[in-house]
């Protein structure tokens, strides 16, 4: 008897069963590394550390794990154009459909010769398709002031031109205006796995689920 109330309990806005609704969602579970940051000839700088975003569409719920997070700071080793990191990123979200698919922003800092701490430059990727892994290069992107004098006080000066909000280069309609010229990388290896996704007719091409 207890049962079939609880199969049978309504939403106070929704007339299906409780069980349904709450099938109407799938998981997708996220975890990695931020590997190093190489830069061709070398950071620009020391004392490389680097910030993560997570974001996605308005559908996307995190219901465990971390949206942001820190790396520690780290030095070149005896190759100069790598700086290595090893931080490990694990997070899970739900959603009800794949609009929005979850996104991670890179903002890389480190100290100019002033030992002032600046951008390093900026980098974004979109995560693997539920059931695979992936090693991911994303280009680092140096944000360029937009006028000869600003550009001329910021070399005195050693610092770049930062952006008020990095999530912006998850939005093209947003970023489309920023100038940028590109130097050097962010290496990740991500996995990701989905749950619940061949129940809601969702087929990613290697579907674990």
Same mark, same amino acid.
């Given at each position: 008897m207890i049962s079939k109330m609880i199969h049978n309990r309504k939403h106070d806005n929704d007339d299906r069963p409780f069980d349904v609704l709450h099938d109407n969602y799938f998981h997708l579970n996220v975890s990695g590394q931020i590997k190093y940051a190489y830069f061709p000839l070398g950071p620009d700088g020391s004392s490389i550390f680097c910030r993560y975003d997570v974001?996605?569409?308005?559908?996307?719920?995190?219901?465990?794990?971390?949206?942001?997070?820190?790396?520690?700071?780290?030095?070149?080793?005896?190759?100069?154009?790598?700086?290595?990191?090893?931080?490990?990123?694990?997070?899970?979200?739900?959603?009800?459909?794949?609009?929005?698919?979850?996104?991670?922003?890179?903002?890389?800092?480190?100290?100019?010769?002033?030992?002032?701490?600046?951008?390093? #430059?900026?980098?974004?990727?979109?995560?693997?398709?539920?059931?695979?892994?992936?090693?991911?290069?994303?280009?680092?992107?140096?944000?360029?002031?937009?006028?000869?004098?600003?550009?001329?006080?910021?070399?005195?000066?050693?610092?770049?031109?930062?952006?008020?909000?990095?999530?912006?280069?998850?939005?093209?309609?947003?970023?489309?205006?920023?100038?940028?010229?590109?130097? #050097?990388?962010?290496?990740?290896?991500?996995?990701?796995?989905?749950?619940? #996704?061949?129940?809601?007719?969702?087929?990613?091409?290697?579907?674990?689920?």
């Amino acid at each position: 008897m207890i049962s079939k109330m609880i199969h049978n309990r309504k939403h106070d806005n929704d007339d299906r069963p409780f069980d349904v609704l709450h099938d109407n969602y799938f998981h997708l579970n996220v975890s990695g590394q931020i590997k190093y940051a190489y830069f061709p000839l070398g950071p620009d700088g020391s004392s490389i550390f680097c910030r993560y975003d997570v974001i996605s569409g308005p559908d996307w719920e995190i219901v465990s794990g971390l949206k942001s997070g820190i790396t520690q700071i780290a030095q070149p080793g005896s190759r100069m154009e790598i700086v290595t990191f090893n931080m490990p990123i694990e997070f899970t979200f739900k959603s009800t459909n794949p609009h929005g698919w979850p996104q991670i922003i890179f903002s890389v800092y480190g100290s100019n010769w002033w030992r002032c701490e600046t951008s390093r #430059g900026y980098a974004r990727c979109h995560v693997p398709l539920a059931g695979s892994s992936r090693e991911i290069r994303a280009p680092l992107l140096i944000a360029r002031c937009k006028n000869v004098w600003a550009a001329i006080v910021n070399w005195f000066s050693g610092r770049n031109p930062e952006l008020k909000d990095p999530k912006v280069l998850g939005d093209g309609s947003k970023a489309k205006g920023l100038s940028t010229q590109s130097y #050097g990388e962010i290496i990740v290896q991500l996995q990701s796995v989905c749950r619940g #996704g061949t129940k809601m007719g969702l087929d990613w091409g290697q579907q674990l689920s």
